[in-house]
T-cell receptor, first 108, second 115 residues
Framework: GQQVMQIPQYQHVQEGEDFTTYCNSSTTLSNIQWYKQRPGGHPVFLIQLVKSGEVKKQKRLTFQFGEAKKNSSLHITATQTTDVGTYFCAGGGNKLVFGAGTILRVKS | DAGVIQSPRHEVTEMGQEVTLRCKPISGHNSLFWYRQTMMRGLELLIYFNNNVPIDDSGMPEDRFSAKMPNASFSTLKIQPSEPRDSAVYFC?????????????FGQGTRLTVV
C-alpha cells in the first residue's frame, strides 16, 4: 500500500536558523497536505499542494511539491519559538496517509 | 462554528470494558474521519464516512472496533472489549467535500488509557 516517509524524525535548531522537513511517497500522489501539531494539541492544516512542481509560501514557510508528485518539502526561514511542534505531511488520493512527522524544537 | 467537538477528552478504563468515543463534526461538512495516534504507529486512519455512509473501514484494527454515523452531526467509535494496546489518542476530523482532497479539521482528540 501507499507509504509516506518523512525525514528527519527530529530537529533541534537555534532560534533564527532555518529548518526543512522532507516527505517521500512510494507512489504518485494526487495531492499533498501539510499539518502542524503543537505539543499536546491536534493536527492543524497548513496547506495543500496539487500541481506538479508547485511552490507555495506562507510568510516564513515555503512548501514544494516535486515534479513527479512523489516528494515534498517544507522549509521554515528564520525559525521562531512559536514554530515548535510536529510537522506532518500527508499524501492524498484514495486515502490520506500521514508521514511519521518531524519534531521541531527551537532554542531561544 | 466551534469546530469539531469530541468527547470525552480523557478516558481511563479497565481492560475488558466497553469504551465509546463521540464526535460532532463541523456543520455542513459531509466527510468524517476517525484517526488513532500513537508514538509507535503515528497517525492512522481508522474509518472514513461520506454523507454518513462508511466508505473505507480498512483501517479498523479488529472486530472489537466499530463506528457509526447515524446522522450528519454525530459519530461514535466504540471499542468492546478494550485492551491495553488500544491506549492512544483518537482524533475525529471532518471536511467539506468528498474524499481526501480537501482540508481536514481535527477535533481536540480523546486520550484513551486502558489499564
Amino acid at each position: 500500500g501507499q507509504q509516506v516517509m518523512q525525514i528527519p524524525q527530529y530537529q533541534h535548531v537555534q532560534e533564527g536558523e532555518d529548518f526543512t522537513t522532507y516527505c517521500n511517497s512510494s507512489t504518485t500522489l494526487s495531492n499533498i497536505q501539510w499539518y502542524k501539531q503543537r505539543p499536546g494539541g491536534h493536527p492543524v492544516f497548513l496547506i495543500q499542494l496539487v500541481k506538479s512542481g508547485e511552490v507555495k509560501k506562507q510568510k516564513r514557510l515555503t512548501f514544494q511539491f516535486g515534479e513527479a508528485k512523489k516528494n515534498s518539502s517544507l522549509h521554515i526561514t528564520a525559525t521562531q519559538t512559536t514554530d515548535v511542534g510536529t510537522y506532518f505531511c500527508a499524501g492524498g488520493g484514495n486515502k490520506l496517509v500521514f508521514g511519521a512527522g518531524t519534531i521541531l524544537r527551537v532554542k531561544s | 462554528d466551534a469546530g469539531v467537538i469530541q468527547s470525552p477528552r480523557h478516558e481511563v478504563t479497565e481492560m475488558g470494558q466497553e469504551v465509546t468515543l463521540r464526535c460532532k463534526p463541523i456543520s455542513g461538512h459531509n466527510s468524517l474521519f476517525w484517526y488513532r495516534q500513537t508514538m509507535m504507529r503515528g497517525l492512522e486512519l481508522l474509518i472514513y464516512f461520506n454523507n454518513n455512509v462508511p466508505i473505507d473501514d480498512s483501517g479498523m484494527p479488529e472486530d472489537r472496533f466499530s463506528a457509526k454515523m447515524p446522522n450528519a452531526s454525530f459519530s461514535t467509535l466504540k471499542i468492546q472489549p478494550s485492551e491495553p494496546r488500544d491506549s492512544a489518542v483518537y482524533f475525529c476530523a471532518s471536511s467539506l467535500g468528498q474524499g481526501f482532497n480537501t482540508e481536514a479539521f481535527f477535533g481536540q482528540g480523546t486520550r484513551l488509557t486502558v489499564v
